[in-house]
């Protein structure tokens, strides 16, 4: 199941319940947590398990491969608050 | 950058750490009670449910403040409907009941006022609470001291202390600084989802839904929630199903044997959560550092209830820690073992247990006879003669 290369997680933040969950199933030995109590989505996970897709009771996690840069977006502008 | 002291830091005020913390004050030791939200329980992710046995048997009081409705049973239903009902009120009519000489089995909290209550309650016994304060780090630095690194309102603040409490929940990040082993498996998490209602007929009693069909690797549950609502829930183990917990629960309200009940059910709130179905956590403590609730997996397998398990888990610790600190002992690993130790032989054997029988279940691939044992163990757990119903 694991894509081995390097992704980079988005969360539908429309439909997030903010339950934790992926952050619970998170394998990653040091903390890979958003400000919101999700998973990382400012920098890239290297395991790429896609257990945190998984777990999600509303599926609203998925990605893209990791390009080395961060695509776009208000949300992945945080990386100070990490 | 501002350095204080404590005995004890405590990061999380939920059931865990606010029952830890109060034992702890209660007793002369100063305590830092954290938390990094600005509302303690919410976001909710958890339907409430707690015995009145485990609220006094850690000395918490039965309030208005926080209870939404009283608990006098359960009804374990199989996948086609069948129910073994189990209602004390009418098992055992002189003790269970809404009369002024009876009592009810439990309650159904609202876990933003009792988490809030029982903090207060700390709070009240001389713990020191700091909301929208972030555990950041521990450095252990000798035999008895570590530092404890937190954010508060984005001010970085370091505290010396005896040791840290990880009551952070299934989220935790404290087990991880010492690095404990604290990750479970896809197959132990179940993905919950939940509704609170309206317009859902409920009796006072806890409905347990099993079967593969409703609620894979779990179990679906309607609770009654105070008011005339109701919760409808249920959580899924992700490697026994395609689909995720929001499809289960659309399919068990639209197509299960309660369809007629909840036709002209409202959604009044959305909630979830991950719900370990696993064993606690091997190891619970490193130097200068315990777990409890959650974040030690205090969480009972069968049932994915974790607020008993929170309370006298807290309560255990706090009782360790409190002779623990009183005789000045070292707090290196092996000196904290044995709260692990007195944990097990209060709480931890029973729940070992648990995850045997949990586990046997869904070694067995045949659904019907997964199913049939689940529904059976269900039926059994609760009932009166149960060896497990104070867990």
Redesign the interface.
């Known amino acids: 199941m694991s894509e081995r290369s390097p992704v980079l997680f988005n969360i539908g933040w429309n439909a997030c319940?903010?339950?934790?969950?992926c952050?619970?199933?998170c394998?990653q030995?040091?903390?890979f947590?958003s400000p919101f109590?999700t998973i990382s989505v400012d920098r890239p996970c290297d395991i790429a398990c896609m257990?945190c897709e998984?777990?999600?009771?509303?599926?609203t996690i998925d990605h893209v491969a990791w390009e080395g840069t961060l695509p776009q977006s208000p949300l992945n502008n945080r990386s100070h608050h990490t | 950058m501002s350095e204080s002291r404590f005995d004890v830091v405590i990061i999380g005020s939920g059931p865990a750490g606010s029952t830890t913390a109060r034992w702890l004050a209660q007793e002369g030791i100063s305590v830092l009670l954290l938390d990094k939200r600005q509302e303690l329980g919410a976001?909710i992710?958890c339907s409430g449910a707690v015995s009145r046995h485990a609220l006094e048997e850690v000395g918490v009081p039965i309030s208005e403040e926080f209870i939404q409705e009283a608990i006098y049973g359960f009804g374990i239903y199989n996948e086609a409907g069948k129910c073994t009902k189990i209602d004390y009120r009418q098992l055992k009519p002189d003790e269970y009941g809404a009369g002024e000489s009876q009592v009810p089995l439990g309650y159904v909290v609202d876990r933003r006022r009792f988490d809030r209550y029982l903090m207060t309650q700390a709070e009240r016994a001389g713990v020191t609470v700091q909301l929208k304060t972030e555990g950041i780090a521990y450095q252990p630095l000798d035999d008895h001291y570590c530092s404890v690194t937190v954010r508060h309102y984005n001010q970085t603040q370091h505290i010396k202390a005896r040791l840290v409490v990880g009551a952070d929940?299934?989220?935790s990040?404290v087990g991880?600084w010492a690095?404990l082993r604290t990750?479970?498996r896809?197959n132990e998490?179940a993905?919950?989802?939940q509704f609170v209602v309206d317009k859902v007929p409920t009796d006072g009693l806890l409905e347990i839904i099993t079967g593969h069909e409703w609620a894979p690797g779990g179990y679906a549950w309607v609770f009654p929630k105070g008011h005339g609502y109701a919760e409808i829930g249920l959580g899924v183990i992700?490697?026994l199903t395609k689909r995720?917990?929001?499809w289960h629960l659309k399919h068990f309200m639209e197509s299960s044997f309660f369809k007629k009940r909840f036709s002209d059910c409202r959604i009044l709130e959305?909630?979830?959560?991950?719900v370990?179905l696993a064993s606690p956590l091997r190891t619970q403590y490193a130097d200068q550092m315990i777990l409890v609730g959650d974040a030690a997996r205090h969480v009972n397998p069968i049932t994915g209830g974790g607020i008993h398990t929170a309370l006298s888990g807290g309560y255990i610790a706090a009782r360790f820690l409190t002779d623990h600190l009183k005789h000045d002992r070292p707090t290196r690993a092996a000196d904290l073992k044995a709260y692990q130790d007195a944990w097990l032989q209060k709480l931890g054997n029973k729940m070992w247990k648990l995850y045997e029988v949990k586990t046997d279940i869904f070694r067995e691939k045949d659904i019907p006879t997964r199913d049939k044992r689940l529904f059976q163990t269900m039926a059994g757990y609760f009932s009166p003669d149960s060896e497990y119903k104070k867990i």
């Open positions: 319940i903010n339950c934790g969950a952050v619970a199933i394998p030995p040091e903390p947590i109590d257990l998984s777990i999600c009771p509303v599926t | 976001p992710q929940g299934l989220m990040q991880k690095g990750h479970i896809i998490l993905s919950c989802l992700p490697t995720d917990a929001q959305v909630q979830g959560g991950g370990p």
